[in-house]
């Protein structure tokens, strides 16, 4: 009887692992979130906006805060959805061979685009961001042309409110960040600040971390 159960075990284990495994896509990980990251939407919600764009609908659905948000674009590995008239939020998976990172980059229009960047493991357990994404800083932006001798701590000093955006190209797997102090300045400050700033610094995707792509 031993051997019989034996037998019959491996040949189920012979079965499931013959099982083609289907990879998780975004839509996926965009309907399992908990609510943590999607405050606004609720499952259902997410669902119904699934539904209406797989069906070639992109339908404005009713959010937790009397607004509205819509799915702007869906790929296997990419999703943006406008959460809200001055928010969305952008979902893209980095896998390797070992793993899957889901980065979230959830952006504020106002007073000026501001981005936060999150990185999660598949069970939308947040992890170590810094360590997958480092957000530049306002000093990286800034370059002092030889034999100036205006110092770039004193040129940083000018940002209060230090506001980056993020803009992530799906297709080729790279995020360019972009300053956008000039929302939070005076005029007087910002043209002060602008001769020596930087446009956009690029980050690109190795394996499952982005590197600033250096000059």
């Given at each position: ?16 692992s ?5 990879a998780r896509?975004v ?14 939407l609720?499952?259902?919600?997410r669902?119904?906006?699934l539904?209406?764009y797989?069906?070639?609908r992109?339908?404005p659905m009713g ?7 819509v799915i702007?674009?869906?790929a296997?590995d990419?999703?943006r ?17 070992r ?5 979230t ?9 501001d981005?936060h ?9 947040e992890?170590?961001?810094p360590?997958?994404?480092k ?19 004193d040129v940083a000093?000018?940002?209060?409110i ?13 995020v ?12 007087e400050?910002?043209?002060k ?5 930087a446009?956009?610094?690029n980050?690109e ?11």
């Open positions: 009887m031993k051997n019989v159960k034996f037998a019959i075990t491996v040949l189920l284990l012979a079965v499931t013959a099982l083609p495994v289907t896509t839509r996926d990980f965009f309907a399992a979130e908990d609510g943590g990251i999607f405050v606004s609720p499952h259902d919600t669902l119904d906006m539904d209406y797989e069906a070639g992109k339908m959010n937790n805060f009397g607004g509205t948000a702007d674009t869906m296997a990419y999703l959805v406008r959460t809200s008239a001055s928010s969305r939020v952008e979902i893209l998976l980095a896998a390797s061979k793993d899957t990172v889901i980065y980059v959830t952006t504020y229009m106002l007073p000026a685009a981005s960047v999150a990185a999660y493991n598949e069970n939308w357990e992890l170590n961001t360590k997958y994404f957000m530049p800083r306002i000093q990286d932006y800034i370059t002092i042309p030889k034999g100036d001798k205006t110092r770039r701590d000093a000018l940002v209060k230090p506001t980056f955006e993020c803009r992530i190209d799906p297709a080729g797997k790279s360019a960040v972009f300053p956008t102090v000039k929302g939070t300045m005076t005029v400050d910002y043209n600040l602008k001769p020596y700033l446009t956009y610094i980050y995707l190795k394996n499952t971390k982005f590197k600033k792509v250096k000059k």
